[in-house]
């Protein structure tokens, strides 16, 4: 549930192989009981995050997997999210708390003043992202929040992912960053909304406010015991897809074919965040009868037993959505899965990068770094008087496998060096390998992630 629209079939702002197979599926589907631990890893995939929140009882999450959202909006963002909910994001363990049991409970409570208040958490990691030519999926266990009726007017809990850009933007630039809504559900109606956003706002090629949307799915049970709910996004195969599960079954199919090639990469072509949270009305339930209103019922938790990222590696390109370079070991790619060494390869402002010889064989490299210059890998900017930065001095930027020695990057106030992802001015940044990192150019002005690859 994110911050902004309202419209049937959705709720707020920002919010992915053909169907599973079976082995995948019982590997990281099913009910059961509310306890049970996350899945072990399929085969051919690699888990990336977990948490099954087994902290002791009345505590708070572990802020080093989780930031809390406070207040009506992020600073600078529309206010009430985007969406019009009215409840006030808190990170009291009287709204959101580990059990004991091995479950977060996100609990809304109305005051007897009538005020509400509710509890949004995000994954601190903004980089979940498909590898070129593979896969990412996200996926969590819950109970929807045990209300139904006119006791459930208002009620709004959402399991979600935003694009990495709306980390402390305000959600600038919503829908075109890309929203995944792997579970909504409104007004107790015992069902889920999945959907993508992404274009343009209103209308666009992604029908905003609503989204391509699945429409309503009835779900039995879905509030009376837990569920497990997940999204895919496929770059192995032409089109590329979204596929949302419940319970194992695939239920709703987005192809990239649907939109234009930049709407589609904008949407998806990056990294994300999770985001689990219980709102108290807005645009989503107003479509579905309203509310909060007096019968609504305070206190109704939704309840998550674990909550999960993973990825299945890629051999390069994928179908749909634009091009692709050959992703290897060593390499450095930027979020489309473009390699240093791609001339498609379009830069966060739009410019292009042609950086040649990933494996160190071919002595000239240029690259496109903002409109109207051009950097020469050497250390020179053709527009440059002498050939230094825009800062005055000169960079040093050597193969794409990590062969070469320091490669710095100006930026301002400092350096980057995208082969050991550590700033100057942050020497213990850290060099995991699927991190993204920033290459800047050559004034500091515009930043575009690529990820390093071990």
């Keep these: 549930m994110t911050h902004i629209r309202s419209s ?29 631990a996350a899945p072990p890893t399929p085969s051919g995939w690699t888990q990336q995050f977990v948490d099954d929140f087994n902290g002791a009882a009345n505590t708070g999450l572990n802020t080093a997997n989780w930031l809390y959202d406070i207040g009506t909006g992020y600073p600078g963002g529309a206010a009430n999210w ?15 708390y580990q059990d004991g049991a091995g479950n977060l409970v996100i609990k809304p409570i109305r005051s007897a003043s009538g005020q509400w208040t509710s509890g949004r958490v995000e994954t601190q990691r903004t980089d979940f992202a498909a590898p070129a030519g593979g896969k990412l999926r996200f996926e969590a266990r819950l ?13 709004w809990p959402a399991f979600w992912a935003l694009g990495a850009a709306a980390r402390g933007t305000g959600a600038t630039g919503w829908p075109s960053i890309g929203e995944i809504d792997v579970m909504e559900d409104i007004n107790g109606r015992s069902s889920e909304f999945a959907a993508l956003h992404c274009g343009t706002n209103p209308g ?20 009376t015991g837990f569920h497990t709910y997940a999204v895919e996004q496929d770059r192995s195969v032409s089109p590329e897809q ?5 319970d194992g079954t695939n239920f ?46 305070s206190g109704v938790p939704m309840v998550v037993d674990y909550v999960a990222a993973y990825t299945a590696a890629g051999s390069g390109g994928g179908g749909g959505g634009g091009g692709g370079g050959t992703v290897t070991s060593g390499s450095i790619t930027n979020a489309n899965g473009l390699c240093l060494d791609n001339n498609a390869a379009s830069t966060a402002n739009g410019n292009k990068i042609q950086i040649w010889g990933c494996n160190g064989t071919v ?10 210059t051009t950097l020469h890998v050497q250390g020179k900017c053709l527009d440059i008087a002498g050939g230094g930065t825009a800062n005055g001095t000169k960079v040093q930027l050597y193969d794409c ?13 400092g350096y980057y060096n995208p082969q050991s992802n550590r700033c100057l001015d942050n020497p213990s940044a850290s060099t995991t390998a699927g991190t993204q990192v920033q290459i800047w150019d050559c004034n500091g002005s515009g930043a575009q992630k690529w990820t390093l690859h071990s």
């Excluded at 109970?143 to 009620?155: D, E, K, L, R, T």
């Excluded at 029908?207 to 509030?223: L, V, W, Y």
Aim: aromatic content about 8%; hydrophobic content about 40%.
């Design 143 to 155: 109970q929807q929040p045990n209300v139904s009726g006119a006791a459930a007017a208002g009620y």
């Design 401 to 413: 496998n990590n062969t070469g020695a320091q490669v710095w990057i100006p930026r301002n106030g």
């Design 204 to 223: 666009g090629p992604c029908n905003e406010t609503t989204g391509i949307t699945s429409g309503e799915r009835a779900c039995s049970g879905c509030q």
């Design 8 to 36: 049937a079939h959705r709720r707020r702002l920002p919010r992915i192989a053909l169907v599973a197979t079976a082995v995948l599926a019982a590997a990281l589907a099913g009910a059961g009981d509310a306890t049970a």
């Design 242 to 246: 979204l596929r949302f599960y419940l």
């Design 363 to 372: 002595a000239q490299k240029w690259t496109f770094v903002e409109a109207g």
């Design 252 to 297: 709703f199919t987005v192809n990239a074919n649907q939109v234009d090639a930049t709407t589609w990469n904008n949407a998806t072509h990056h990294g994300f965040f999770m985001i689990l949270n219980v709102a108290i009305g807005g645009g989503f339930p107003a479509a579905f009868g309203g509310g909060p209103t007096s019968a609504t019922q």
């Design 82 to 96: 985007g969406t019009g909910e009215v409840e006030t994001m808190t990170n009291s363990t009287q709204n959101v």
